[in-house]
């Protein structure tokens, strides 16, 4: 079982649409990553929340770090097929700690 | 920002030879460094944490004596697939955390795509 679990597992929209994508867990995490990852090639990350509550925006990415410091989420606005890729999230359970993926979502955005 | 280099980007080896991958910080040091496998369509497992000058602690079910790991300076940690099969045909990655952030900090090699035949 993952620690940390990510959903939906693939996503398919059209250019133009919104989409949200879920990181779910029982734990408590001191930080949260979120990378997004092209074929062949390592994660990039997005962001890191670390304050629950939290909420970050880059660009037309949101992301959001629950109230318990258990969840989060990205959203993203008027997706681009440049938006195409691997979304993952990562916990850290202290500073320095290994992270924990969740299983990943597959975005694909058609034009 | 921070980078982290990882060489060779692929490698195809004949089964039953070793290979080294290496993992380099380039601007900045790295005490620990995370050592992952990645199967197609599937998110990162973490094998192994690499600690500087010590003893690398593997995760459940990662053979320590097929998968070695040395982390000999502060910005460079290998990770060496002995006696390889095909079944160790796989995409690895490499992470670097530069202890000088507070949470975060954490950054990942371009991966190395290692194929047994």
């Known amino acids: 079982t993952q620690l940390l679990e990510q959903s939906p597992q693939f996503l398919s929209i059209q250019e133009g649409e919104n989409l949200t994508v879920y990181c779910n867990s029982s734990?408590?995490?001191?930080?949260l990553q979120w990378y997004r990852q092209e074929p062949g090639e390592g994660p990039v990350l997005l962001v890191t929340?670390?304050?629950?509550?939290e909420v970050k925006k880059l660009k037309r990415l949101t992301f959001q770090f629950g109230d318990a410091r258990k969840d989060s989420s990205l959203h993203i606005t008027a997706a681009q097929p440049g938006d195409t890729g691997l979304y993952l999230c990562a916990g850290a359970r202290a500073a320095g700690n290994k992270l924990t993926f969740g299983g990943g979502t597959r975005v694909l955005v058609k034009p | 920002g921070a980078v982290v280099s990882q060489h060779p980007s692929w490698v195809i080896c004949k089964s039953g030879t070793s290979v080294k991958i290496e993992c380099r910080s380039l601007?900045?040091?790295?005490?620990?460094m995370f050592w992952y496998r990645q199967f197609p369509k599937q998110s990162l497992m973490l094998m192994a944490t690499s600690n500087e000058g010590s003893k690398a602690t593997y995760e459940q079910g990662v053979e320590k004596d097929k998968f070695l790991i040395n982390h000999a300076s502060l910005t460079l940690s290998t990770l060496t697939v002995t006696s390889a099969h095909p079944e160790d045909s796989s995409f690895y990655i490499c992470?670097?955390?530069?202890?000088?952030?507070?949470?975060?900090?954490?950054?990942f090699g371009s991966g190395t795509r290692l194929t047994v035949v």
């Open positions: 601007d900045f040091q790295a005490t620990t």
């Open positions: 734990s408590v995490f001191s930080s």
């Open positions: 992470s670097a955390r530069d202890a000088g952030t507070g949470e975060g900090g954490y950054t």
């Open positions: 929340v670390v304050t629950g509550g």
